[in-house]
């Protein structure tokens, strides 16, 4: 970990408000050759070295194309999945290596909520079991209660509480999803890991799904991670946001930060490739159209992981030095960038994008 | 005359619980070198309308009727055998899932070759050609190579860009691309517009895209069709659309954009779902959404007529021309916002 990597989880950890520190989290998922003596022969790195904190109350976005580890890593921290490497600390104690058991505490207060509403939830349950699960498994409340605080959550997330002994079937995408909500806030977790949770629905229910979620957690004050690739639903939804490419995060900056100055190429490439709802804008704009697709994270490129696809490549340097996640002079602490040559200022042309000079860390 | 003219198009589907008016009264069209957006949420019948231009509906259970002029020829009664000469070759589907869309057990070159000796007599040795001319021209990487590759050997985009190849090989007139860059990535989606755009402007041909983004629409259509619940509610060009937007269901869609340029305290949201299309609303079909439902709305289905002052545009509202321009100003200042 670099100096103001671990300087920067320092001072969070003296501001006493955070709830989830990720330090240098790793997950690899081996690739095994031969019929009857399996021996590892590659590993797919998902995940490779991801640190951040997550203050109480906030909004974290993760963003990224799909195969950059971003759900891998949900899962780590939700330990669904065991991590290769790394720690996890929830409310400074490090969970990364507790058994079922004693995890379980920790289940009440982290949930999350899948992106797709059709697969999550159980088709041969009703309603009312589903969101009651996770109050059963805990063992809180009588079966009384339970009834209530049940139809008390589908009112909160604006589902009609006589809809209780419904199917899933019964209820159309942004309404499941609404039963997926209902289900996450049972047990009052403090955080929610929300892993796409608006992209398979509809753009008008899309934005009654992020107003409730925005309800929620000025309400109940939670603290959400959320995942997803469309930037504008990130943008309009996070307080702080991550850019992940190949299982590491590229760059990290609050939202203004990284919306109207991006430092890392990639992140610049991102936001240029969003299609603009302004036909005026759209059409005078100049995008930077990336080259070829995401390497393969089973044999990452040197160095820097973007260089294969960088309009700044520089030969010599980029693929074989690799960048650390640091802040530069000139621009705020909180903003971090994983690049030898980050962008002087926003937007660039296409001209400027490909002439960067070194900036020192 | 337009390349394609659409009028009252209506294809209903009889299922067990009663008849599904999937489109019902569809009317647009299309010139050559144009490129026509057709927006709307899932279920609003886009991608039915552009099924039965193409003759791709199931026969069994399928109705439809109006008429589907392609360069004078009515599509809607065509003979089977006439459709399959038109297909592939002077109109062109490209399908939002591209690994469903290729046939998984042969090499995208075989494909590929098959789509042109089809429509042509060319030997096996010119029609692999071409099909290396063609992939090479989508931007796939050693062509020459990947011409015998199966199609689960390319990504995501690579796929969706072999599925471009095959739309293109007979240089269509008509292009339909029905949400072909829904299931991608951004920087893909924006590699594969700029590829639809640039082929599109060297063989001038005419595209329909079918999609439920507005950015996208904003930024390579010339005309839009917005549908809500099989209905054309709105039309017009790329700027009557987005500067001055008439119909209400226009107005719900576009607050509710998340933006990139813009902070946003709260997304404007339209209220409820999306209505069934087996027992569809009486009157106007939004009117049980809308924020500005008035008692004629609930009785009496508005006609989709031009707004006073230019014909081109046309609405399908029973709000008055005073209210709609304040309002249609008030959400563009909204969107506008802080920036």
Not at chain 1, 220 to 244: K, P, Q
Request: proline share 6%; aromatic share 6%.
């Amino acid at each position: 970990m670099t100096g103001a990597q671990s300087e920067m989880v320092l001072e969070s950890r003296a501001s006493g408000d955070e709830l989830l520190v990720v330090e240098d989290l790793q997950k690899y998922f081996p690739i095994s050759q031969g019929m009857i003596f399996q021996r590892q022969s590659a590993a797919v790195q998902a995940v490779d070295g991801v640190s951040f904190t997550v203050r109480e109350g906030e909004t974290i976005g993760v963003v990224g194309e799909s195969g950059c580890g971003k759900s891998t890593m949900a899962r780590c921290i939700m330990k669904l999945l065991e991590p290769t490497g790394g720690r996890i600390l929830y409310r400074g104690r490090d969970i990364t290596k507790l058994s079922r058991t004693e995890m379980r505490p920790y289940r009440r207060e982290m949930m999350m909520i899948f992106q797709d509403p059709y697969a999550s939830l159980n088709p041969r349950k009703r309603v009312g079991f589903i969101v009651a699960e996770a109050l059963e498994v805990h063992k809180i409340g009588t079966p009384a209660e339970v009834k209530r605080r049940v139809q008390e959550l589908l009112e909160v997330v604006g589902l009609n509480p006589e809809h209780y002994n419904r199917f899933p079937h019964e209820f159309s995408g942004g309404q499941r999803q609404r039963i997926g909500i209902a289900r996450a806030l049972a047990v009052n977790p403090k955080l929610i890991v929300c892993d796409e949770p608006v992209s398979a629905l509809d753009v008008s229910v899309q934005a009654q799904i992020l107003n409730l979620l925005k309800d929620l957690q000025s309400e109940f004050g939670l603290t959400y991670i959320f995942i997803a690739h469309d930037l504008n639903v990130v943008r309009y939804i996070s307080d702080r946001v991550l850019v992940m490419y190949l299982g590491q995060i590229v760059e990290s900056a609050t939202r203004a930060e990284l919306y109207n100055d991006p430092k890392h190429p990639y992140t610049g490439a991102l936001l240029s490739a969003v299609p603009v709802p302004d036909p005026d804008v759209g059409r005078n704009r100049k995008r930077i159209v990336l080259e070829g697709d995401v390497p393969s994270p089973i044999n990452p490129p040197s160095a820097c992981r973007f260089h294969t696809r960088c309009p700044r490549f520089v030969e010599g340097h980029c693929d074989v030095e690799p960048p650390e996640l640091v802040s530069r002079a000139g621009i705020p602490s909180s903003h971090l960038a994983r690049c030898h040559y980050p962008l002087e200022r926003w937007p660039l042309s296409e001209e400027e994008m490909r002439r960067g000079r070194a900036v020192p860390a | 005359m337009a390349l394609l003219e659409v009028k009252d198009l209506k294809t209903y589907f009889s299922t067990g619980d009663g008849v599904v008016k999937a489109v019902d009264g569809v009317s647009f069209s299309i010139e050559k070198g144009e490129t026509l957006g057709i927006v709307g949420e899932s279920g609003s019948g886009k991608s039915v309308t552009c099924l039965t231009i193409m003759g791709l509906n199931a026969k069994r259970n399928t109705i439809s009727s109006g008429e589907a002029l392609f360069k004078g020829e009515d599509l809607l009664t065509a003979k089977p055998g006439r459709l399959r000469e038109l297909r592939g070759n002077e109109i062109a589907m490209i399908f939002q899932d591209p690994m469903t869309s290729l046939n998984p057990v042969h090499t995208v070159g075989k494909q590929l070759v098959e789509a042109v000796q089809l429509h042509s007599d060319m030997s096996k040795q010119q029609a692999r050609a071409r099909a290396l001319e063609l992939l090479k021209q989508v931007g796939i990487p050693r062509a020459e190579r990947r011409i015998d590759d199966y199609p689960h050997q390319f990504s995501g985009g690579m796929r969706q860009r072999v599925m471009i190849a095959m739309s293109l090989i007979n240089n269509p007139d008509l292009l339909i691309a029905d949400e072909p860059t829904t299931a991608l990535d951004v920087t893909t989606q924006a590699q594969i517009l700029a590829l639809i755009e640039r082929l599109q402007a060297e063989y001038n041909s005419a595209v329909i895209m079918i999609t439920h983004d507005l950015g996208v629409v904003a930024e390579i259509a010339d005309d839009i069709v917005v549908m809500y619940a099989a209905e054309v509610v709105e039309g017009g060009s790329v700027d009557d659309i987005f500067h001055s937007p008439h119909h209400p269901y226009t107005w719900g869609l576009m607050g509710s954009l998340p933006r990139l340029n813009t902070d946003v305290d709260r997304l404007a949201q339209i209220s409820g779902q999306p209505p069934s299309l087996l027992r569809p609303p009486s009157g106007c079909r939004f009117h049980p959404r809308c924020p500005y439902v008035m008692e004629i709305c609930r009785t009496v289905d508005p006609e989709l007529k031009p707004v006073p002052g230019d014909q081109n545009h046309l609405q399908a509202c029973h709000l008055d021309e005073a209210t709609k321009e304040q309002e249609a100003a008030r959400l563009l200042g909204a969107v506008a916002g802080v920036s």
